[in-house]
């Protein structure tokens, strides 16, 4: 399969002809071929998105909606094939994948209901037959560049959004994880969408990816992926004073009180720390534990952790699929050599796997430490693999204080049976989003999503925020007086 560019509703090869080979994690095959574009597809299909986008904002919104309606029938029927396709590309086990697609129905019917809202404010004006009003307007194109842990969702959290405002959209996605890419557009296309609002250009970060950062008729970037190169394409944007939103890395913790429910606890932590392998930007990196029940929590997690079955995703009773190449393999294994001269104990994993059927693939133990120290390295930085750092502390203060001392804002969960723990947490836990009696991931499409700190810029996808980032305030007055009224002199007092 040779994965092309779409561009202008025409599937099209790369101006450069060069193709770079798509690998199935688990099985280290090559299942397909996608191009590798240079700087001129980005500019063709910024030209045309610049074009029909003209069009597409004066398409009434409730109409526009109606096509995001269709794209969700259409990704519901097709739920059990693109899953699959997902796991195959990205590694992710079946059932998550599938999890992953429904995300994106989710979001389409919940977009499309926006198409019908989109709300604005209707104020009073401080003088006399004077109407005011706020409507939300499209910005133009809108450039998308997404990560391959989520090869699906997260570009439906962006371009759902983008295209009911009425933008136009080019998307360039990780170049691991086109597949799903290619699929979107076909369902777009199908559901009628019409060419030039939304295309894909495949290509690597810093040629294709930056082309769209600099294009000047590309007036936002919404970024999902590491904070190297958010913060590079943030000062790039600055620059070019472009509006961008940055969903950045993690270092999530799970905190478990003294009083928790120990079995609730290690399902939320096993399923956070080792679902995706470990691979989510909400993955639970930390497990904050009450001392008095450390050890107990120690010994339930290591016996649910060899229960744990690891291989190819497909296979509807494994757990735990591979990491998505040999460079993340190899990065994930440096951390835990880090870990072990940082003197954090090892409980568990921390070697991949080789032998038998893990031979081709790229897998990973599951992994566990404990004795961590909140400064340890391994404690601070984004692994983004299945490796979790237990930290013992001995209140709910020292808790949230460890919790709250990484440079990441993203997820933070908290088991107790407290209220008053439980009213705290959420008060002074500082991160977008907060769990309580539940893992660090499962977040739900219509609240925001996104982080403090270093994970973002202070923007959010997901709800009605997601909105946000697409669109631009115009306030509007409406004088029916028939004379000149000036705000703020002409009142009556
Ligand atoms: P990455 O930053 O390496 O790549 C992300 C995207 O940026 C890819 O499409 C890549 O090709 C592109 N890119 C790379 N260099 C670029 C450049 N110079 N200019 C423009 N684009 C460029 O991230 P990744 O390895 O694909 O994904 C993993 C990261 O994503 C993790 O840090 C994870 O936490 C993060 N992530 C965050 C969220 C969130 O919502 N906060 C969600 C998922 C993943």
């Known amino acids: 399969m ?51 986008q003209k069009q597409w904002a004066l398409v009434p919104a409730p109409k526009r909606a109606e096509i995001l309606y269709k794209v969700g029938m259409l990704l519901k029927e097709r739920k059990e094939q693109l899953a699959r396709l997902l796991t195959m590309e990205m590694g992710k086990v079946i059932e998550e994948a599938r999890g992953e697609v429904q995300e994106g129905i989710d979001m389409a019917f919940y977009m499309a209901g926006e198409g019908r809202r989109l709300f604005g404010d209707t104020t009073p004006s401080e003088l006399k037959d004077k109407f005011a009003m706020s409507v939300r307007t499209p910005v133009g194109v809108v450039g998308i560049i997404t990560p391959w842990n989520f090869p699906i969702a997260i570009a439906t959290w962006k371009s759902f959004p983008a295209i009911v405002a009425g933008n136009a959209v080019v998307w360039k996605p990780a170049p691991e994880t086109p597949i799903m890419a290619q699929e979107l557009a076909r369902i777009f296309e199908e559901a009628g969408l019409p060419p030039g609002v939304f295309h894909v250009v495949h290509g690597d970060g810093p040629t294709v990816g930056n082309a769209l950062v600099e294009h000047p008729d590309v007036k936002v970037i919404s970024f999902t992926g590491s904070n190297e190169v958010g913060r590079m394409i943030a000062e790039k944007c600055g620059r070019l004073l472009k509006k961008v939103s940055l969903e950045m890395g993690g270092k999530n ?33 930390r497990v904050i534990v009450h001392e008095r029940v450390k050890q107990e929590l120690e010994r339930r997690l290591l016996e649910a952790v060899k229960t744990l079955k690891i291989g190819n995703g497909l296979d509807e009773t494994v757990k735990v699929g591979p990491v998505i190449h040999e460079e993340a393999l190899q990065k994930i294994d440096r951390y835990v050599r880090i870990g072990v001269e940082e003197g954090a104990k090892l409980l568990v994993g921390g070697y991949i796997l080789r032998e038998g059927d893990y031979a081709r693939g ?34 709910l203060d020292e808790a949230i204080a460890v919790n709250n001392s990484v440079d990441y804002g993203l997820s933070s969960a908290i088991f107790t049976r407290d209220v008053n723990n439980v009213f705290r947490a959420m008060r002074d836990l500082d991160t977008g989003i907060v769990y309580v009696n539940a893992g660090t991931t499962g977040a739900e499409i219509h609240l925001p999503f996104g982080g403090t700190k270093g994970t973002g810029n202070g923007h959010r996808d997901s709800g009605v925020a997601a909105l946000d980032v697409f669109t631009e305030w115009r306030s509007i007055y409406v004088d029916f007086s028939g004379k000149l009224q000036r705000a703020q002199i002409d009142t009556d007092d």
């Open 362 to 395: 790229f897998y990973y133990a599951p992994t566990i430490f404990t004795d961590v120290t909140p400064n340890m390295r391994i404690a601070r930085e984004e692994i983004f693999g299945p490796v979790v750092s237990i930290i013992s502390v001995r209140s």
């Open 253 to 285: 913790a799970v905190i478990v009180m003294d009083d928790a429910d120990l079995t609730l606890a290690v399902d939320g932590i096993i399923w956070s720390a080792f679902g995706t392998s470990g691979q989510r930007c909400t993955a639970c990196s």
């Open 2 to 52: 040779k994965i092309q560019n779409y561009i202008n509703g025409e599937w099209k090869e790369p101006s450069t002809g060069q193709f770079a080979p798509v690998i199935n994690p688990a099985t280290g095959e090559t299942i397909a071929e996608v191009a590798m574009s240079g700087p001129n597809d980005i500019d063709e299909a910024v030209q045309a998105a610049k074009e029909a």
